[in-house]
């Protein structure tokens, strides 16, 4: 137990604390300062952060049910056809998870670019239209939610999968004895079993897309343009680590974070929890 | 009718996914073999008209990205070395707590628990300025101890382990107590050997954290000697004045292909482990 408990007190329970402690001071080189709520303060009246807020929460939005539902959609395709089929697709989908988000950024940047992107030759060839897809406040949000979307759904796959076979076949079988045609028995039998494994997807993505960070540092200039694709992870990084450096705010950014955080999962489960 | 429409609209769902799926895998692969100026032609070259190693060779050896010594060899040898030490620290801490938390009677046990499940919850990110601050004083930025040392205990891991092992029966335990065996054969020699599945699926995830994280290697490294492969290889974009994307290309198969290989060998671990922390939780 004490190897654990060292490590797990010193980098991890230590850390959080001392950030929301940290939030309520000044900190500078020469001397550190109460400064009570001052911090938050400013955060209200920070347009940046406003931003922030809003894009995060776009992005939640946007693409914690699509994931959901392309999963759930995905699984419910796949698991009939056999076992074969199944751990080929899950392969199929957890290859992007594995390849991690910064190498398949790089690869989004490209597809995305303006000029020489696979996207923008598709749309050129078969609509006639090019879009700055990143350049756009209008469309770098979605744009940056559908990488996102890309490589998120492995694990949900892989847990609907897992939740489908737990449903015993009888059930079925006597829905489907009663007339209830494939999609009424989805609907009334599937789904409703389904409800702690959907609730431990939304869960997971929302905890995950509240954390988007890598697809706005690399695809995006500063969360541009004009601030569209800006989050909150994000934005305590730019406070704390580029100048001027300043962290007590960065750890006022994310006391938020956590409130929102928690405020969110709280909702969550008392939406779909039992 | 009704039948075969939902047929036609589930397979074309499934074939859009699974091509947003693996698309951007094949364009980063073929595009490692692409110069620049094959990869900036329009129309795209879906496949490589003339495959080069060049990208690789730029990657792999010394003074045409920085005067250091092969840098991509040496971002391959950090991210190794870190992942490493993160899934073996992992797994030795995971099993001992989950063990704990799981058989051990003791006070405060489902509190730490639940500090514990807390813990896992919550985004890291919200602890990143006192542990940078931490590392800092500890004078450890740019060294493997602060690349590795926030990762030497998972939270997720010990949660898995105390899951897993609260399902072996307590009969066994208290047996082997009564054949005379001292705690830590019971652990060694009964426990760990039941627990093999959970270890195998916390030691694949923390790898796979350790290889994949990117916000805390960023900031804890600022040499380029000791850049791990995500941040060398995001920084091939953001310092070359011109994007050269064919070496983007090749530096993110780098990173890419041995993490793939780790997946194909142990890739039951990783349904399984999945599964598990999702059904139980």
């Known amino acids: ?274 | 009718m009704a039948n075969r429409w939902t047929f036609w609209i589930a397979w074309t769902l499934l074939g859009v996914a699974a091509i947003m799926a693996l698309a951007p895998l094949y364009w980063m692969i073929s595009g490692s073999f692409k110069l620049q100026q094959d990869a900036m032609q329009m129309p795209p070259e879906w496949f490589p008209k003339h495959p080069t190693l060049e990208n690789y060779r730029k990657l792999f050896t010394a003074g045409d990205l920085w005067s250091g010594h092969r840098p991509a060899l040496r971002w391959l040898a950090n991210s190794l070395i870190v992942a490493l030490c993160i899934s073996i620290s992992a797994v030795t801490t995971s099993a001992l707590a989950g063990y704990a938390l799981a058989k051990k009677r003791f006070r405060g046990r489902l509190f730490v628990f639940w500090a514990v499940v807390t813990t896992m919850m919550l985004p890291r990110q919200v602890a990143l300025m006192p542990l940078y601050l931490l590392i800092v004083q500890l004078d450890w930025v740019d060294s493997y101890a602060g690349l590795i040392a926030p990762y030497l205990c998972f939270p997720f891991g010990i949660f898995l382990m105390r899951q897993f092992m609260e399902q072996i029966p307590d009969e066994l335990i208290s047996a082997a107590r009564i054949d005379g065996a001292t705690e830590w054969h019971v652990f060694w020699y009964i426990v760990l050997p039941m627990a093999k599945p959970a270890l195998g699926a916390v030691a694949i995830f923390s790898f796979m954290g350790a290889w994949n994280e990117y916000l805390w290697q960023l900031i804890v490294t600022n040499r380029p000697e000791m850049y791990t492969l995500p941040v060398g290889v995001s920084k091939l974009v953001s310092t070359l004045t011109s994007f050269d994307l064919g070496l983007a290309m090749a530096g993110a198969t780098v990173a890419f292909l041995p993490m793939l290989a780790v997946f194909v060998m142990f890739q039951r671990y990783f349904v399984k482990g999945i599964s598990v922390g999702a059904l139980k939780g």
């Open chain 1, 1 to 274: 137990m004490l190897p654990a408990a060292v490590p797990f007190v010193v980098f991890v329970l230590w850390p959080l604390l001392h950030g929301l402690a940290m939030s309520f001071f000044d900190i500078r080189l020469a001397e550190t300062e109460f400064i009570g709520l001052d911090n938050y303060r400013n955060l209200a009246a920070d347009e940046s952060f406003r931003y922030a807020i809003w894009n995060t929460c776009c992005f939640v939005v946007l693409v914690v049910p699509v994931v959901w539902l392309v999963s759930l959609g995905i699984a419910a395709v796949v698991f009939p056809l056999g076992r074969s089929a199944q751990s080929f697709f899950r392969f199929a989908f957890y290859v992007p998870v594995i390849a991690g988000s910064v190498c398949l950024a790089m690869v989004w940047m490209w597809i995305l670019d303006d000029h020489h992107g696979l996207l923008n030759y598709l749309c050129n060839s078969l609509l006639g239209v090019n879009i700055d897809w990143l350049g756009r406040t209008d469309t770098a949000l979605p744009s940056l939610a559908v990488v996102v979307i890309s490589w998120s759904l492995g694990q949900p796959i892989i847990i609907f999968l897992a939740a489908l076979s737990g449903i015993p076949p009888e059930l079925h079988e006597a829905a489907a004895i009663d007339g209830a045609g494939p999609l009424r028995r989805f609907w009334y039998v599937t789904l409703p079993l389904l409800r702690s494994a959907s609730l431990f997807v939304f869960v997971t993505q929302t905890l995950g897309v509240f954390q988007v960070f890598v697809v706005v540092l690399l695809l995006t200039v500063n969360g541009g343009p004009a601030h569209a694709t800006r989050t909150v992870v994000y934005g305590m990084y730019e406070t704390a680590f580029t100048p001027p450096y300043d962290f007590d705010y960065a750890a006022a950014q994310g006391t938020l974070l956590l409130v929102l955080l928690s405020m969110v999962a709280v909702v969550q489960f008392r939406w779909l929890g039992r």
